[in-house]
């Protein structure tokens, strides 16, 4: 799974919300809310316990001490690092979007604040015909793209 950032335009004007390339008529949405997705901390623990576990292991693979303690270090080292990673990822916040026919994740960031904001903009639009806003946001796409639609499908793209 991977990650990749970048911006999204997020603006509402003619009563119309757009999201990078997605419109929505303000009409159409029932709310907003906000979805947080907490990192697992039990999985990277769990797999530097096995990979500790394991290195001594495949380092009896090799009779030279010096390349078996290299191959310790180094492991140790890698995998210690890919721990620390893992455990100081931050919550991921979604800005979902309800309309009647179904939820749509609209943006998604690591700062919180921008993602109430956002919310609360659009909020506020659903009761204000003359409402306008333009805000450029960060957003974070997590996972697999997938395009699955008309002519253009791709499938998923790791």
Known sequence: MSNTYDTVNVSVSNHILRVGDNSYPLRNISCTRIHHIQPDRSKPVW????????????????????????????????QLVRLALRLLARTVHQLIIETPGRSETAAESRDLAQIQLLAALIDKALGNPLAEFRITAENIHIGDAITQYGSNNTGKIA
Request: hydrophobic fraction near 60%.
């Open 47 to 78: 797999s530097f316990v096995g990979w500790c576990l394991l290195l001594p292991v495949l380092s009896l693979g090799t009779t030279n001490g010096t390349v078996r303690l290299w191959i310790l270090v180094i492991g140790f080292a890698v």
